[in-house]
């Protein structure tokens, strides 16, 4: 059983432009959750996946956006980067069957800097 | 402005002492907690959970008491070993979601 991938381990952007990350999901889970981390801080909810559509979404503006494969991989997009989105960008799974909450599994992340 | 956000609270203890992390959480509707573990360069990991029926649940050397009438959490870990040494966050959920809200952290510093 493989658990959470995140890559690029580390990215270098400048304002403006767009960035994707990219997650695996743990081998058995159908649901991602999309974290952003700024130093000092707790991690930030962005957005969950499940079956491919949005499946609850936090206080982010439009320009953050993500996609969920079939094989229940992931992605965040993030275009027009700000120097706030300097930040730590988690990915966590979970397996969701529509009843309690089940424990999630994070990612290493992807430490996003934007210059 | 000032960086604030970059000191974390912080607790030292020796190794082989209990430690306590304290978490206030501001939703009243939260009815499912979290006690996650983040070590250096890892995301977090799950330490222990507790729902709100209950106000103690215990682990392997730790324990979760919940008050709900202050909206307090607490994380003791007994006989702290220096693998302890990271940064620990609550998190509540509130009842009819699976989004969680984290607290700001506390940095457990456990000295040989």
């Known amino acids: 059983e493989t658990g959470v991938t995140q890559s690029p381990t580390h990215l270098i952007k400048t304002r403006g432009q767009q960035v994707t990350l990219r997650c695996s999901s743990q081998s058995g889970h159908n649901t991602v959750s999309w974290y952003q981390q700024a130093l000092g801080q707790g991690p930030q909810f962005i957005f969950q996946?499940?079956?491919?559509?949005?499946?609850g979404r936090g206080n982010f503006p439009p320009r953050f956006s993500g996609l969920q494969f079939p094989n229940y991989s992931s992605e965040l997009n993030v275009n027009a980067l700000e120097l706030d989105d300097s930040a730590l960008y988690l990915c966590?799974?979970?397996?969701?069957?529509?009843?309690?909450?089940?424990?999630?599994?994070f990612g290493p992340g992807t430490r996003l800097t934007v210059l | 402005g000032e960086s604030v956000g970059l000191h974390l609270p912080t607790l030292s203890v020796q190794e082989g002492d209990n430690s306590i992390i304290n978490c206030a959480y501001s939703n009243s509707a939260s009815d499912y907690f979290i006690w996650y573990k983040q070590e250096s360069g890892k995301g977090p990991q799950f330490i222990i959970d507790i729902r709100s029926n209950m106000d103690k649940r215990q682990g392997q050397r730790v324990t979760v008491l919940l008050n709900k009438t202050v909206k307090h959490l607490s994380l003791q870990i007994a006989a702290t070993q220096p693998g302890d040494s990271a940064v620990y966050f609550c998190a509540e959920i509130p009842g009819g979601s699976y989004i969680p809200t984290f607290g700001r952290g506390t940095s457990l510093i456990v000295h040989p």
């Open positions: 996946y499940y079956r491919e559509e949005e499946n």
């Open positions: 966590a799974s979970s397996f969701f069957s529509g009843g309690d909450l089940n424990e999630q599994f």
